[in-house]
């Protein structure tokens, strides 16, 4: 598994937009807005490495503050044009996070790589940083993140139960998991359709885009191999998570699980 993400690291991006028809950014955002952080909330986003989710945290965190600003100084009315406008400039250029910060996790180097090659091309450096780590032995303390995620990295785990503990483990009390990740597809002929397309697309795009068919032709058969929706929350709740639910998108080729440590 290591070696398929570290051949793919640099063309993982173009890939996903070409195996999902770019669908993957709006399974992504949907993602956060359920995460729905607010200013201060601390992240741990695993197998995170180019940084899709951290990303799209800090824009929707800063995008809160920006509101929060805006609400607080309209309702003082009776401050000059100066005052608003000094208290308006050191809000936003000191604490446009709200100290939140979101820490990438991820097993290879190469996905880190990219991902700060990324951050630094998109101008992200703010409440962000990097760790390289393994999701069945996270390198943080016990009660340390608001929130959990992974996104399309579970099923990579080699011990998807000793990745749920260590969620468990490093969230604190009131702490949320959120796992985005493709699933089974309930309806029978949209099932057939999908793995037609899986099997006999996705590996020739992967040959022609990233001069690789094994790799993805691993990554259709993990999905494949992949707990289904129901297995994988009872799974979540045995790791110790209340509250587990999920929502299935595009009819459950992917699908959001939800849990929380009570």
Known sequence: VYQVFENVAKKYDVMNDSMTLGIHRVWKDILVHKMNPCPG??????????????????????????????????HHQNLSWQEIFESYQNDKFNNSLGDSQVV???????????????????????GLSW???NAEELPFDDDKFDVYTI???????????LALQEAYRVLKPG??????????VSNPLLSRL???????????????????????????????????????KAMIEDAGFFKVDYENLNFGIVAIHSGFKL
């Open 151 to 161: 996104a399309f990295g579970i099923r990579n785990v080699t011990r998807i139960d």
């Open 41 to 74: 909330t601390l992240l741990l986003d695993v197998a995170g490495g180019t940084g899709d989710i951290a990303f799209r945290f800090i824009n929707y965190v800063r995008s809160v503050q920006q509101r929060q600003l805006q609400r607080k100084l309209k």
């Open 175 to 184: 702490g949320r998991f959120l796992c985005l990740e493709f699933s089974h």
């Open 194 to 232: 999908y793995d037609l397309y899986s099997f006999q697309v996705i590996p020739v795009l992967g040959e022609v885009i990233a001069g690789d068919w094994r790799s993805y032709q691993y990554l259709v058969e993990s999905i494949r191999q992949f707990p289904p929706q129901e297995e994988l």
């Open 131 to 133: 760790v390289l780590g």
């Open 104 to 126: 990438v996790c991820d097993i290879n180097r190469e996905m880190l790589k990219v991902g700060k090659q990324k951050a630094q091309h998109l101008g992200y450096s703010e």
